[in-house]
Nanobody, 124 residues
Framework: QVQLAESGGGLVQPGGSLRLSCAASERSFSSYEMGWFRQAPGKEREFVAAIIWNSGTTFYVDSVKGRFTISRDNAKNTMYLQMNSLKPEDTAVYYC?????????????????WGQGTQVTVSS
C-alpha cells in the first residue's frame, strides 16, 4: 500500500516562504498525477496544485498562481510545493495525494492515497 508523508509546514509571517515535501513509500508516482490540497478550519478541502509525474505538466488554483510552484524529484520519489509570498488566507492543513484517474482532476474524490497533512500557519 502506498504511503505518503508530508513535511515542511510551520508558522511563517505574511510574505514569507515555506517548502512542503511529500515522500512516497514506494516508486508509485510515475504513472499518476499527484496533487496538493489544503483544508482550513470550517472549510472544505480545496485543490491547490497538481503535477503529472511523467510529463511535469502542472496545474494551479488561481489564488496561488505566481506564488506557489509544484515540482517533483524522480530520484527521491518526492514532490514539493514551494510557497512564496504567503498570505494569512493560505493558513490550512496541506495534504498531498495521488489521483487514481488517468486524467487531470481537481476533485478530492478522485484521489485515493493521502498523506497525514502538515499545518501551515501564516500570521504575524
Amino acid at each position: 500500500q502506498v504511503q505518503l508523508a508530508e513535511s515542511g509546514g510551520g508558522l511563517v509571517q505574511p510574505g514569507g516562504s515555506l517548502r512542503l515535501s511529500c515522500a512516497a513509500s514506494e516508486r508509485s508516482f510515475s504513472s499518476y498525477e499527484m496533487g496538493w490540497f489544503r483544508q482550513a478550519p470550517g472549510k472544505e478541502r480545496e485543490f491547490v496544485a497538481a503535477i503529472i509525474w511523467n510529463s511535469g505538466t502542472t496545474f494551479y488554483v488561481d489564488s496561488v498562481k505566481g506564488r506557489f510552484t509544484i515540482s517533483r524529484d524522480n530520484a527521491k520519489n518526492t514532490m514539493y510545493l514551494q510557497m512564496n509570498s504567503l498570505k494569512p488566507e493560505d493558513t490550512a492543513v496541506y495534504y498531498c495525494a495521488r489521483n487514481r484517474l488517468p486524467y487531470h482532476s481537481r476533485s478530492s474524490f478522485h484521489y485515493d492515497y493521502w498523506g497525514q497533512g502538515t499545518q501551515v500557519t501564516v500570521s504575524s
